[in-house]
């Protein structure tokens, strides 16, 4: 199977903008379910440097340095994205097998320091934008996941509970909400419902990683998909040490399979944002953004 996404950006300046910095993540990056078959990267005005490489984490990263004076910056990002089955079938093989560990069992692994275990850790640690777990957060974790319980089959029955308590509000948060108050009000995005369960998952001790990228969205029956309908998405991939890293979408209560796109992941949001940038002006700005997702 292969994607085709699409991912613009316009940013709509009050007053003239001098020079900007931009750091760009809008390339996908391979998996081994997933392959980046070609990548375009569009920008107006043209930027007068530009350099791609990776970041610490693996992820795509191009920078741009614009000198023209513009009062419109437009970013378009073009992919073609391969989803390989065989591999998709070994991941469902390979989860099957990680059922067996449990929570406790999981624990006691953590404390031998193989590369494995040692780079997990990282995702373990309190990260830039999330805070240190509440006792309230981690007893909401610990209603699922229990010492001689399924570590796996734990962390499906939170994702099913987050998917339950918590109502998708588009508009209620931004990238200033404070974890908490997601948690309080019981309400978000899939960006909040991400953090919330990398918060109360490593406050019980695992390796969670935050994971942005595009899921495939099929119109109502009868109806044809909208251009630029789609959105990007976030959720969260938890570490089994002896088995590797799991994903769990909670917006949607699934196992991500092959409708999901991998960008990329880190920390939390600020490790894999799409888009970053340094601007000299002065004024407000308006941004807009459109995405498509579409099988060939």
Known sequence: MIYTIYHSTRFIYQHEVGFSHNLIRLQPRDTEIQKVLNFDLTIEPLAAEREAYKDFFGNHLHHLLIREPHTVLNVAAQSRVEIDYNALE?????????????????????????????AAKQFLLKSPLLPIA?????????????????????????????????????????????????????????????????????????????????????????????????????????????????????????????????LGYGRDYGDISPMQGVVSGSGSSHLGVMVDVSRE
């Open 90 to 118: 070994r991941g469902i093989e390979s989860r099957q097998r990680a059922l067996v560990l449990t929570y406790a069992q999981a624990q006691e692994r953590m404390m031998f320091l193989t590369p494995e275990i040692i």
């Open 134 to 262: 509440s006792a309230e957060m981690i007893h909401y974790a610990l209603q699922s996941i229990k010492p001689e319980r399924s570590l796996y089959s734990g962390i499906l029955e939170f994702m099913e509970r987050i998917f339950n308590d918590f109502a998708f509000v588009s508009g209620f948060s931004d990238l200033s909400t404070p974890v908490e108050r997601v948690f309080a009000e019981r309400k978000g995005v899939c960006q909040d419902f991400a953090h919330f369960a990398l918060t109360a998952l490593r406050g019980i001790g695992l390796c969670v990683r935050y994971m942005s990228g595009y899921i495939e969205t099929t119109p109502p029956e009868g109806s044809e998909k909208l251009f630029g309908s789609d959105a990007s998405h976030a959720w969260f991939s938890v570490f089994f040490p002896g088995f590797g890293w799991f994903d769990f979408d909670p917006t949607n209560n699934m196992v991500p399979h092959e409708q999901h796109i991998v």
